[in-house]
């Protein structure tokens, strides 16, 4: 299992390239993964999603499905409601995500408040891994691959034939 904090600073400019939006959100809401969003206690990360005007019905529709059960938020012991700067506020529930310090932004650049490292924040002395919309889309779609390496025989798969087989010694 995998857990990141999705900024809202991705959901809010994800407008210009909603390919984003299937390559990164909907990858939560599969329930075939293991990867998980963050959320504090409160719901006041959700309410800031909510209340996100644009892409507002398609951030209905994931919040929708990401609530089913078994739900791919993971809930996070913290109260965010006396941060009032929202970058903190996100930077703060990520650090407070125990083991899994990963924060999804739509750019580096719109970080504003922090100070940024390569590609982390530290954080109340905590690193906090930063992933722009193209790294995170890449670490949330990585393909593994079955390598087969098949030696002196002959083998069907995926619904295929072998047909008029002739194996000879």
């Not at 125990?98 to 922090?114: A, D, E, M, P, R």
């Amino acid at each position: 299992m995998a857990i990141f904090t999705i900024s809202e600073d991705f959901l809010s400019n994800t407008h210009e390239d909603l390919s984003y939006l299937s390559d990164i959100l909907f990858v939560f809401s599969n329930k075939k993964n293991s990867f998980k969003v963050s959320k504090d206690i409160n719901g006041e990360i959700l309410q800031i999603y909510k209340s996100i005007p644009k892409n507002g019905e398609i951030i209905k529709t994931w919040l929708d499905l990401m609530s089913y059960t078994p739900s791919s938020f993971e809930k996070v012991d913290i109260d965010l409601s006396s941060i009032n700067c929202l970058e903190t506020k996100f930077i703060k529930l990520c650090k407070e995500t125990k083991g899994f310090n990963n924060l999804i932004v739509y750019s580096v650049q719109n970080i504003k408040k922090h100070q940024l490292t390569g590609k982390a924040i530290v954080f109340e002395e905590v690193d906090i891994n930063v992933f722009d919309r193209d790294e995170a889309s890449i670490q949330l779609n990585i393909k593994c691959d079955n390598i087969l390496n098949i030696v002196k025989s002959q083998v069907a798969m995926g619904n295929s034939n072998i047909t008029d087989s002739q194996n000879s010694k």
